[in-house]
């Protein structure tokens, strides 16, 4: 997730429309390294109410598969649009996104991506993803590349991206860019094949093994970012390893105190570590 920066909208708004290209045409299937993650998309009442028609989500997938195939050979393609009545006493992106999660039927699709019209203003988090689960929301905000860049931000989230302290990307915590950092390149590269089955860890035993020092190397950097130690508490989590969950979730939250993703995680941590 990331709050908005004012400052850099006219640069975002041109690199968005820049960067996008042209709508590629629909794939099916894994070919020629292209995978294609099938998505579906969960509107709710308040978005449909001002966009009733759906070119405007098209295009942000579209700029979005466009985006991922350049950088790492995956591509996006939407199954199904359904509706979602949102819960209107959900007071945060956060608490909305637990309702969209238990609404939404996933169905074949891979990965199900909310959009909201609920929360009006821009000064509040735009968007939430969770990697085990598969599922991310983001908030429809004034400017349509800035709901598009926040999709992108998001669906990075889902590949093991984390939020960094990185000038040029996408992955910028504060600032997101249309550009893609080394470190965020590989981890996204080893997650592509990543599986969407809620009943498995998304990751191969291989594929954690070789991403677990990447994150690591990455938090003897020391640049505050809370991502990367929440990303090592799950896999430790999965790793039956709580203590060093917990530990990692206790640094992230010194950067990060009022993220309610490490919170659960932490409570995760010490009940699987007073079962073990
Ligand atoms: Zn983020």
């Known amino acids: 997730m990331w709050p908005l920066n004012r400052r850099l909208m006219a640069m975002l ?100 991506l909310g959009i909201s019209g609920q929360f009006r203003g821009e000064t509040e988090v735009s968007g939430v993803a969770s990697y085990l689960h598969g599922c991310a929301l983001v908030k429809r905000m004034r400017y349509e590349y800035l709901t598009g860049l926040t999709i992108i931000h998001e669906l990075g989230h889902l590949f093991g991206a984390v939020d960094l302290m990185e000038k040029s990307s996408f992955m910028n915590k504060d600032e ?37 020092p990447l994150y690591l190397e990455r938090k003897r950097l020391q640049r505050g970012e809370a991502g990367v130690s929440l990303m090592l508490a799950i896999f430790y989590l999965e790793m039956k390893e709580p203590e060093k969950a917990i530990q990692e979730c206790l640094e992230a939250e010194k950067i ?20 073990s």
Request: aromatic share 10%; net charge positive.
């Open 13 to 112: 708004f041109v690199a968005f429309f820049l960067g996008a290209g042209p709508p590629r045409p629909a794939r099916g299937g894994d070919s020629g390294g292209i995978r294609t993650i099938k998505l579906k998309v969960a509107l709710d009442e308040e978005f449909r109410h001002r966009s009733p028609r759906l070119s405007e989500v098209r295009k942000w997938v579209a700029t979005a598969s466009y985006f991922f195939e350049k950088h790492f050979g995956l591509a996006f393609e939407i199954d199904e649009v359904k509706s979602w009545s949102s819960d209107n006493s959900r007071r945060n992106l956060s608490a909305l996104f637990q309702d969209l999660y238990e609404k939404t039927d996933r169905g074949k699709s891979d990965i199900v």
């Open 176 to 212: 997101p860019r249309l550009e893609c950092d080394e470190f965020t390149e590989r981890v996204v590269g080893l997650n592509k094949y990543r599986r969407f089955d809620l009943a498995a860890f998304p990751l191969s035993a291989e594929d954690m093994n070789s991403l677990l």
């Open 256 to 275: 990060a105190p009022a993220d309610p993703a490490i919170q659960r995680l932490r409570k995760l941590a010490e009940r699987q570590g007073q079962g």
